[in-house]
């Protein structure tokens, strides 16, 4: 059977993956058993995926990404180069918590910046903006843009990754697309 998408020679993808049509496995990276990565998936140089990740369709995963157990990227998800996701709060070397993974879901349309370190058992909102090099340590926020180490909340971001300015009426436009969106009661939707 011919497969569907593309893995360069260099690859190691593990029995028992699913992997969607279209994705493109680059150089060195490791996809192992278990993992369901969707279509159309850009898996960059030097990635590591543990047994049992899902990546939704459409997913981009830039050069030097440890993506472990316990993560779950919906669709359209950016992961910036050499961030890292972790899967165990308290590890040690001597003890074995394999059974204590927790689970760590990037809601759609989330961007992660580079060499930033995600604490597993933490939701990444919709269409959230994880500044490069932050320290996630808590739940991030639909649309919201936390930076720092530990990140906090600095701003709005719109779906097409701009900063929301929001007028005293609580109403902002996105400078790309000039979609509209409202801020009430700390929360950000998109104005449909």
Known sequence: MEKDYFAHETAVIDDGCKIGKGTKIWHFSHVMEGSEIGENCNIGQNVVISPRVKLGRNVKVQNNVS???????????????????????????????????????????????????????????????????????????PYSLVVGNPARQTGWMSEYGHKLIFDEKGIASCPESGEKYRLEDGKVSKII
């Not at 910036?80 to 003890?95: D, E, H, K, L, Y």
């Open 67 to 141: 993506i472990y157990t316990g993560v779950i990227c919906e669709d359209d998800v950016f992961l910036g180069p050499s961030m890292v996701f972790t899967n165990v709060i308290n590890p040690r070397s001597a003890i074995a918590r394999k059974d204590k993974y927790l689970t760590t879901v990037v809601e759609k349309g989330a961007s992660i910046g580079a060499n930033s370190t995600i604490v597993c058992g933490n939701k990444i909102g919709t269409y959230s903006f994880i500044g490069a090099g932050a320290v996630v340590t808590k739940d991030v926020k």
